[in-house]
């Protein structure tokens, strides 16, 4: 496969929402973050580079894009309904950030990201709280006090829990 560029949090978040309203399996901003996190740790594992080009801080409930999880805060824990949205002065249009990739490569995280929307959200979360890059972490997150996921800790998170993801 070809290699692809680096992608904006949000462009990737607005793909998970498309795929997930597409295949009719609600989305609410919890789960987009850990579908979120295990994708990177997808292309980091399997293609040896990340596919956002964002950081993910490891929260109360696991890892998470704090730009994506700002966009969407607004739903609560309600099924996100539509895709962030921005609005271009100059052009006077509304538009969304979406993924620049080869088809062929949205074809394979479709597939990868359907699988993970077959996971309940609380599994999701389970996941994340029993690997080390977390787990390790506690009393800092508990705490309040921001930490980043390395790339080696979001790819390994993601190694260990490929089975239960389906992927």
């Given amino acids: 496969m070809e290699k692809f560029e ?3 949090p949000m462009a990737v ?3 998970i929402i498309g795929v997930a309203k597409k295949e009719d399996k609600p989305v609410t901003n919890l789960k987009l973050q850990k579908v979120l996190f295990f994708l990177q740790g997808y292309c980091l594992s399997e293609y040896d580079t990340p596919l956002i080009n964002g950081n993910f801080s490891k929260w109360r409930y696991g890892p998470v894009e704090e730009e994506v999880y700002g966009d969407f805060k607004y739903y609560g824990p309600a099924p996100i309904e539509n895709k962030s949205i921005y609005f271009n002065k100059e052009k006077i249009e509304f538009y969304s950030e979406e993924v620049n990739l080869p088809n062929e490569f949205k074809k394979i995280l479709q ?4 699988k993970m929307l077959d ?3 609380w599994e999701l979360v389970n996941l994340t709280h029993y690997h080390s890059s977390w787990k390790d972490y506690k009393e800092q997150v508990l705490a309040q006090i921001v930490i980043h996921y390395t790339n080696e800790e979001i790819a390994a ?3 260990d ?3 239960k993801l389906g992927v």
């Avoid at 597939?111 to 359907?114: A, G, N, T």
């Fill in 6 to 8: 680096l992608q904006s």
């Fill in 13 to 15: 978040a607005n793909f």
């Fill in 111 to 114: 597939e990868v990201i359907s």
């Fill in 119 to 121: 996971v309940e959200t």
């Fill in 157 to 159: 998170c993601f190694n």
């Fill in 161 to 163: 829990c490929r089975l």
